[in-house]
């Protein structure tokens, strides 16, 4: 449970923080029991023990919204719908893009074995009571055509996804989304300053509390996304990284030369490598320094196997 935590936020309303593999989770309770975002696939015996920490075992589940098909958001739904029979959210293309999307760099969007239950689709400024508060849909595509961020308007709560995080936000992939997802991201940022919010709980990271903080978080990411606009090779060096370190994070601990041989069988990998001017061997090895260096992979003293200190 090291570095998992369950803050309140206001009455009845909590996240429950998981970390970079992992979505973090926002459960709503009072007249319902609502949880937002479902963790991995690989992760869900753990999901299983916060919610039970939390007082929210997955059974007394009432509704399970998903914020976009990315395995690190919708992995765990499958199990908590088939022992809860939660009725599932999403934005209205949810079931579009996991019919369609099917696997992510993490892994397949859906368990083939449980079949897709009918998702109670949210349209963009649809009003959505969830728990005891009343939420705004806001659609906020970019990262996913899908993605949905919530804003609770009488305490000023941002659910911002993947949209924002702090200073920076998920990554944007052309090759499945689209080349218009990097303008979208922008307009989605631009969409959620204009909320003007008091607290922002992204799904990866720490709540952000005040509106200053927000909008100078806000700022930041939009200064990236008009550099990614400009200058293709920072998005590609910024979705290189977040899939190379998911590879270290998927396996760790795990030698150099086994994780050369799982991220050289990365299809964008090599592409991306190949676009920036690089051999893949020498791609490989920037990432590593790279990363190295930020201090987010880290080598063994005792065996040499690298592994990556960030919460999962
Ligand atoms: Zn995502």
Known sequence: MSGQRIVQIAENFYVILRGWFNANH??????ETVLIDTGHARDQRQTVQLLELAGTPPHTLD????????????????????QSGATLLGHRWLGYAIANRQSDWLGPVWTPETPLPP??????????PLGQYTFQVIHVPGHAFEMIALYEPTKRILLS???????DLGVLAPEMEGIGCVPQALESVERLARLDANVMIPSHGFPIMGREAIASSLQRIHRRLCQFLEQPEKRMRHLARRVFLYQVLLHQPISEDELRHHTLALRWFLSYGEQLGYTPDAFFNDLLATLSERGLIVRRPEDGLLESPVPM
């Open 63 to 82: 509704r399970i919204l998903i914020t976009h098909a990315h395995q690190d958001h919708i992995g765990g739904a499958p199990m908590l719908y088939t």
């Open 26 to 31: 926002i459960l709503l309770t009072g007249p």
């Open 119 to 128: 998702i109670h689709g949210l349209a963009d400024g649809e009003r959505v």
């Open 161 to 167: 996804a993947d949209a924002a995080h702090d200073g």
